[in-house]
């Protein structure tokens, strides 16, 4: 009696799990038509920073940093941070190609750092927020059979890679912090006049009009507007200081107006550490063996630590 009590107990167990995995296979297979049109909730595009009590007595922006923990503990410790007088700001991409994307997202976390989002933070967040949205539960098969007849939502989504992995394993907690991250971040007085973004903007429009996916990937102004790589047009910053060079410096307020802004930005390694009148791109190639730099407020100093090569080769 004992072993046929268990048996009857162990029968609708089993049946419910084998009508889950069913359900996950038809799901796998096209039958869900919430995995394919899913869309990950929109970055905020202009979050307007305000400080709280007295201002910090430094801005330090620091580069793209892209899982390299140990170079982005280097250099805080080589600036001489001090909590509660400075202000840390990072221009996006904190997260892949690196070893420790986790380890620079709580990093970040502790230091209470402004941040905007780069295109690689933005792969993750979209990730997460699908795996923990309509593709929550399926395996690591049902969704690369569903990415092989395409029917995942986002074309760079790759089952096993780095993104889906960061993804995976990432605390919610961690990927609130993320998902929070803004295209552009306008800064307070006595700063008033910078803008901090990750890539690039189109000089033709106000803040408000700027689309998000383009501000973090925009490498280049082309003809038809930005474009993210290097094989047309001319580079966005110089296109940017023309036009602002039409512009009076003025305290920005007016988002839907084009108004004078320095801007300091991230994204195009291709480039190296470009440091103009009133641009100043901060990824210098530190995953790929080239410095993590940081801009510091007041003054304008550069300061930079060596990095490990983690990365043969530039990409997206």
């Given at each position: 009696?004992?072993?046929?009590?268990?048996?009857?107990?162990?029968?609708?167990?089993?049946?419910?799990?084998?009508?889950?995995?069913?359900?996950?296979?038809?799901?796998?297979?096209?039958?869900?038509?919430?995995?394919?049109?899913?869309?990950?909730?929109?970055?905020?595009?202009?979050?307007?920073?305000?400080?709280?009590?007295?201002?910090?007595?430094?801005?330090?922006?620091?580069?793209?940093?892209?899982?390299?923990?140990?170079?982005?503990?280097?250099?805080?410790?080589?600036?001489?941070?001090?909590?509660?007088?400075?202000?840390?700001?990072?221009?996006?991409?904190?997260?892949?190609?690196?070893?420790?994307?986790?380890?620079?997202?709580?990093?970040?976390?502790?230091?209470?750092?402004?941040?905007?989002?780069?295109?690689?933070?933005?792969?993750?967040?979209?990730?997460?927020?699908?795996?923990?949205?309509?593709?929550?539960?399926?395996?690591?098969?049902?969704?690369?059979?569903?990415?092989?007849?395409?029917?995942?939502?986002?074309?760079?989504?790759?089952?096993?890679?780095?993104?889906?992995?960061?993804?995976?394993?990432?605390?919610?907690c961690d990927?609130?912090?993320?998902?929070?991250?803004?295209?552009?971040?306008?800064?307070?007085?006595?700063?008033?006049?910078?803008?901090?973004?990750?890539?690039?903007?189109?000089?033709?429009?106000?803040?408000?009009?700027?689309?998000?996916?383009?501000?973090?990937?925009t490498r280049?102004?082309?003809?038809?507007?930005?474009?993210?790589?290097?094989?047309?047009?001319?580079?966005?910053?110089?296109?940017?200081?023309?036009?602002?060079?039409?512009?009076?410096?003025?305290?920005?307020?007016?988002?839907?107006?084009?108004?004078?802004?320095?801007?300091?930005?991230?994204?195009?390694?291709?480039?190296?550490?470009?440091?103009h009148d009133?641009?100043?791109?901060?990824?210098?190639?530190?995953?790929?063996?080239?410095?993590?730099?940081?801009?510091?407020?007041?003054?304008?100093?550069?300061?930079?630590?060596?990095?490990?090569?983690?990365?043969?080769?530039?990409?997206?």
């Open positions: 009696m004992a072993g046929m009590a268990r048996d009857s107990f162990a029968r609708p167990a089993v049946r419910r799990e084998r009508k889950k995995h069913f359900s996950v296979a038809r799901r796998a297979a096209g039958g869900d038509s919430s995995l394919k049109t899913f869309k990950a909730k929109d970055a905020q595009l202009i979050e307007t920073r305000k400080f709280e009590g007295t201002p910090p007595k430094r801005l330090i922006f620091i580069g793209d940093i892209h899982g390299c923990l140990p170079e982005f503990n280097e250099l805080i410790d080589t600036v001489k941070y001090k909590p509660g007088e400075d202000q840390i700001v990072l221009v996006g991409d904190l997260v892949a190609k690196g070893p420790d994307s986790l380890g620079v997202v709580r990093k970040a976390r502790q230091l209470q750092a402004w941040c905007v989002r780069g295109n690689h933070d933005d792969r993750v967040i979209r990730w997460y927020q699908f795996l923990q949205g309509p593709a929550k539960g399926m395996s690591d098969s049902d969704l690369k059979s569903l990415g092989d007849s395409s029917g995942l939502p986002y074309d760079d989504f790759k089952v096993g890679k780095e993104h889906y992995t960061i993804a995976q394993s990432i605390p919610s990927a609130a912090f993320l998902a929070a991250f803004p295209a552009m971040m306008t800064l307070p007085a006595p700063f008033s006049e910078w803008l901090v973004l990750h890539g690039g903007l189109d000089p033709s429009k106000p803040l408000d009009q700027q689309k998000a996916e383009d501000v973090w990937t280049n102004i082309g003809p038809s507007g930005p474009i993210s790589t290097h094989d047309e047009g001319s580079a966005w910053f110089d296109a940017w200081a023309k036009a602002m060079a039409d512009l009076k410096p003025t305290t920005p307020a007016d988002y839907s107006k084009i108004q004078f802004y320095k801007a300091i930005y991230g994204h195009d390694a291709g480039r190296d550490l470009q440091i009133i641009t100043k791109g901060l990824d210098s190639r530190c995953v790929y063996g080239g410095k993590l730099t940081a801009f510091i407020l007041p003054g304008e100093q550069l300061v930079s630590v060596p990095c490990k090569e983690h990365v043969s080769s530039k990409d997206d």
